[in-house]
């Protein structure tokens, strides 16, 4: 599909992280009150107005939309991670690990971690719609997304450009199970969809919602954890911390249940989002500090992390 044809320009993807919406070290618990912020946020960004509460699809009580325009004023497309839904049931089954063709355990795992993750996607998508956004669900799997050795291999990207967009819906895509050539199957994560759609779509921006106030130089819950407030990236993929300066090495950790890569994954797609072009802002969900980020105007006193191109203004 040629660009030309595209009637509405993608401004920002967003990434609401798992650990942002949910309580990772609980099964299938969803953080309510992170989820309901974000949603009044991505509002805002997406041009604010009257909020029409498209969420009544239980008691038919159709709200009257007057005066209200058909299209968000910008363009937002959104990826959430799985957080307590899915991880666990992947994690437990050996879904990321593959084997679906030879393991009814794999199998039952795949069905099961699914289940998960459509559930929270459901409800994401209510949270965002009972704000007046016009979300709409496309899970990878059911979109033909798959993989070859855990490598993006093919994806139905037309349906994000031309069905969803062009309508004027907010397209809302998450971590799923997927079909992998080579293994069977594999844990298709957030972070990974986020760089893809990228790729393809050319956002003026990328933001990362997480759980807290950026990317640290170690654990954030260990004493005298540093926030990383900018990273640039170079063009052979590799980076380096702008600001501030610092002598010890970054550390990273992954939950034992996370199977997606945890914050290792995250920052290293990051860099390859920012090597085409675009800053990407991590930032923690709910905050003032988030509303800036997903609107693309940073203040001078904003708290998070910057991911940049090497020499890009």
Wanted: with cysteine; hydrophobic share 40%.
């Amino acid at each position: 599909m040629e660009s030309s044809s595209r009637k509405h320009h993608v401004r920002c993807i967003v990434k609401l992280g798992g650990a942002a919406i949910t309580f990772k070290d609980k099964l299938e618990a969803l953080n309510r009150e992170s989820l309901s912020r974000t949603s009044l946020q991505l509002h805002e960004a997406m041009g604010g107005g009257v909020s029409f509460n498209m969420d009544w699809s239980k008691n038919l009580e159709v709200p009257d939309p007057i005066d209200m325009e058909l299209h968000q004023k910008h363009a937002f497309v959104v990826v959430h991670g799985a957080g307590s839904f899915g991880h666990f049931q992947a994690s437990i089954s050996g879904v990321n690990k593959g084997g679906l063709d030879n393991s009814l355990l794999v199998n039952a795992g795949f069905v099961a971690t699914r289940l998960s993750v459509t559930k929270l996607n459901h409800k994401v998508i209510r949270a965002l719609a009972s704000q007046g956004i016009p979300a709409v669900g496309m899970p990878p799997f059911a979109a033909g997304w798959s993989t070859h050795k855990r490598i993006v291999g093919s994806s139905f990207l037309d349906v994000v450009l031309r069905i969803f967009v062009d309508a004027g819906f907010v397209p809302v895509l998450h971590g799923d199970a997927v079909r992998d050539s080579h293994q069977g199957c594999c844990i298709l994560s957030g972070d990974v969809i986020v760089r893809r759609l990228a790729e393809e779509l050319q956002p003026s921006y990328v933001v990362f919602l997480t759980n807290v106030p950026g990317v640290f130089d170690r654990p954030p819950s260990e004493e005298n954890a540093v926030l990383l407030q900018e990273i640039v990236v170079y063009e052979d993929g590799t980076w380096s911390i702008a600001r501030p300066r610092l002598e010890a090495p970054v550390k990273t950790e992954m939950a034992s249940h996370d199977t997606t890569g945890g914050m290792a994954t995250k920052i290293a797609e990051a860099a390859s989002i920012s090597r085409l072009g675009m800053d990407v802002y991590i930032v923690e969900a709910g905050t003032e500090h988030a509303l800036q980020a997903l609107k693309g105007n940073i203040e001078q006193n904003w708290i998070g992390t910057i991911v940049r191109k090497a020499n890009s203004t």
